[in-house]
T-cell receptor
Framework: EADIYQTPRYLVIGTGKKITLECSQTMGHDKMYWYQQDPGMELHLIHYSYGVNSTEKGDLSSESTVSRIRTEHFPLTLESARPSHTSQYLC????????????FGPGTRLTVL | KQEVTQIPAALSVPEGENLVLNCSFTDSAIYNLQWFRQDPGKGLTSLLLIQSSQREQTSGRLNASLDKSSGRSTLYIAASQPGDSATYLCAVRHNYGGSQGNLIFGKGTKLSVKP
């Protein structure tokens, strides 16, 4: 059973607000990922990290930023939310000892009004 | 650029049927392939992971096969149940000469099993 957590699960917020989506895992995984998924569409990788103080942008351009100060924690921040940011955000992690099998959190559904 | 295609996009079957979901990928230089299940509005649950050197993996009523040379994988679900209704996603991890890339996902097959 994978132990990866995301908070909040649902967030409705007004335009221009700063938001942070939290993601934590207790598996000691070195790699963590953020994906964006619109309803009925495929997942797109927006950020990833291969370890502490390492972050990279993914395949899909995003106005969000991430940080990796601790192994277990990989928060995503939007400085000024817009309606175009409305989507589901999924966090995942993988470790070296499991062929990089990727485990996902439950997701955060963000709605920006 | 690696592309992953899943056919069919949607499938509706009566309870009890055996079924096959298909996944194809354009670049055979993969490290592994992973099948996931996603329930509406939820995260992904890992079902099976097949290393590039393996031909198949089994877990309960699920069996996944991999033919790397032809760029294909299938997920076989035996004796389907209404609880199997979900979207099934296939994803491949590229092998860049020994280092692994990130997962590339297909769009998924939405399965509905009718009681």
């Amino acid at each position: 059973e994978a132990d990866i957590y995301q908070t909040p699960r649902y967030l409705v917020i007004g335009t221009g607000k700063k938001i942070t989506l939290e993601c934590s895992q207790t598996m000691g995984h070195d790699k963590m990922y953020w994906y964006q998924q619109d309803p009925g569409m495929e997942l797109h990788l927006i950020h990833y990290s291969y370890g502490v103080n390492s972050t990279e942008k993914g395949d899909l351009s995003s106005e969000s930023t991430v940080s990796r100060i601790r192994t277990e924690h990989f928060p995503l921040t939007l400085e000024s939310a817009r309606p175009s940011h409305t989507s589901q955000y999924l966090c995942a992690s993988s470790g070296r000892g499991s062929y990089n099998e990727q485990f996902f959190g439950p997701g955060t559904r963000l709605t920006v009004l | 650029k690696q592309e992953v295609t899943q056919i069919p996009a949607a499938l509706s079957v009566p309870e009890g049927e055996n079924l096959v979901l298909n996944c194809s990928f354009t670049d055979s230089a993969i490290y592994n392939l992973q099948w996931f299940r996603q329930d509406p509005g939820k995260g992904l649950t890992s079902l099976l992971l097949i290393q590039s050197s393996q031909r198949e993996q089994t877990s309960g009523r699920l069996n996944a096969s991999l033919d790397k040379s032809s760029g294909r994988s299938t997920l076989y679900i035996a004796a389907s149940q209404p609880g199997d209704s979900a979207t099934y996603l296939c994803a491949v991890r590229h092998n860049y000469g020994g280092s692994q890339g990130n997962l590339i996902f297909g769009k998924g097959t939405k399965l509905s099993v009718k009681p």
